[in-house]
């Protein structure tokens, strides 16, 4: 059970990361974390604390196109009143295109903590949607995101 408060501060830090991944801004995205937040990249790439977050965006940011999300939350389970998790899914349409690249889609987890300066991110965790041997799983979830896509927003 979560409460409304809860909820919508959680929800909001989602949304901030998200369209601060869009806008491309690393400055933006990393503060959304805790000082000693961590990040785990879709590739697989471990950051450690708010600072290196920026440092490590970037240059990925400056020197590659990437790709912009949209979202689906899932959950939003507090564990405690100042903790939560919140577990999405999303999609990306790379640079140039209007549709979602299924090769891309994810599963976004997100540890969230309520801090003095309202909620951020503790942990968030990019997983490949692989979906290894249920193809039909894969394209239902590629269709969910593009119709999120199809109604311009970024997170739903």
């Known amino acids: 059970m979560t409460d409304q ?9 989602y949304g901030r990361i998200i369209e ?10 990393a503060s959304c974390f805790e000082p000693q937040g961590n990040m785990v990249g879709f590739d697989g790439s471990q950051v450690d604390s708010r600072a290196e977050i920026e440092r490590h965006l970037k240059p990925i940011f400056a020197n590659h196109p990437t790709a912009a999300y949209v979202a689906k939350v899932r959950e939003i389970r507090c564990l405690v009143p100042e903790v939560c998790i919140l577990r999405a899914v999303a999609g990306m349409i790379p640079p140039g295109t209007a549709d979602v690249n299924p090769a891309l889609n994810t599963i976004h987890s997100l540890v969230a903590a309520k801090r003095a300066d309202g909620w951020r991110a503790s942990l968030f965790q ?21 119709g999120i896509a199809r109604g311009g927003a970024h997170v739903e």
């Open 20 to 29: 601060a991944w869009n806008a491309r801004d690393a400055a933006a995205m």
């Open 5 to 13: 408060s809860a909820e919508s501060g959680v929800r909001a830090l």
């Open 126 to 146: 990019s997983t490949p949607a692989a979906w290894h041997g249920r193809p039909a799983d894969s394209a239902a979830l590629t269709e969910e995101l593009r």
